[in-house]
């Protein structure tokens, strides 16, 4: 099966990497497993032997034809459903339909990491827990490998406990991708840390003040508020320096400026 490079395709061959991305699961037969852009069903072959169930979301038709003969006794017994979808336009409610919780396991295209990431970590009905093959870049991005933290990082901290797994070199590929990927695993993913924290102000300010992340906190948060007086008052009173980047500021420290930012909107001093 010829790979598609319109729809980012580069199928896994490597049988050390799948070996660590299923143990990175820890997939039980109680489980019920989302793949994204199964391919030719080299990793959807392993999830079936250690999942209860898995669902299976595939967007070109030549590969959704290929998985339905070749996994035609699993389709038959219901443990595989190989859904004809377009991830960017899926619903993530939808997979209520197969499972009361669920791990999102998968090998995905490069280009839509970003949105997948958002997509599932911000649903309502969210995995248990993340598996993905992505760029190595971007996974050091989402650790925080060089101390300097982004809004992907901070947004991925805010709703679970991500580590890489291990690299997985471009020859682990057919066709070879130009970069290095690695395996990044994202656990106990919940709401817990919005319990005491408004979730939109909370991205609202993250995405704004990061979006000036040259600039200093103090000026970047006067400019949200549209009062410079409001932005020190909030600075002093979680004991942040106006001078600090938001590349340098702390899980914590967000949350602490959102409460802030969230009490002065709603007048509460």
């Not at 003969?69 to 377009?86: M, R, W």
Request: include cysteine; glycine fraction near 6%; proline fraction near 4%.
């Amino acid at each position: 099966m010829k790979a598609k490079k319109s729809l980012g395709q580069h199928f896994l061959k490597s049988q050390k990497a799948l070996n660590s991305i299923i143990r990175a699961g820890n997939i039980s037969p109680v489980d019920l497993v989302l793949e994204i852009g199964p391919g030719t069903g080299i990793l959807t072959n392993q999830l079936l032997e250690k999942a209860g169930k898995v669902v299976a979301i595939e967007k070109d038709r030549e590969l959704i034809h290929y998985l339905t003969e070749t996994f035609s006794a699993s389709i038959a017994s219901k443990q595989l459903t190989v859904l004809d979808k377009d991830i960017l336009l899926f619903d993530p409610e939808t997979i209520r339909w197969y499972g009361k919780s669920y791990k999102l396991i998968a090998n995905i295209p490069y280009y839509i990491t970003g949105a997948i990431i958002e997509e599932f970590l911000s649903a309502v009905f969210q995995p248990t827990q993340m598996v993905l093959l992505i760029q190595k870049e971007v996974a050091e991005r989402i650790v925080a490998r060089n101390k300097k933290e982004s809004v992907l990082s901070i947004a991925v901290k805010a709703y679970g406990d991500p580590r890489i797994v291990e690299k997985v070199p471009r020859g682990a590929f057919a066709p070879a991708p130009t970069v290095d990927s690695a395996i990044i695993s994202i656990e106990y993913i919940s709401r817990t840390f919005f319990k005491d924290c408004h979730e939109a102000t909370f991205f609202s300010v993250l995405k704004s003040l990061f979006g000036k992340k040259r600039k200093q906190i103090g000026g970047s948060l006067a400019e949200y508020l549209d009062n410079k007086q409001h932005a020190q008052d909030i600075l002093a009173a979680i004991a942040i320096d106006s001078k600090t980047r938001p590349e340098d500021l702390t899980l914590t420290d967000w949350k602490h400026l959102t409460q802030k930012v969230h009490s002065i909107q709603n007048g509460v001093q």
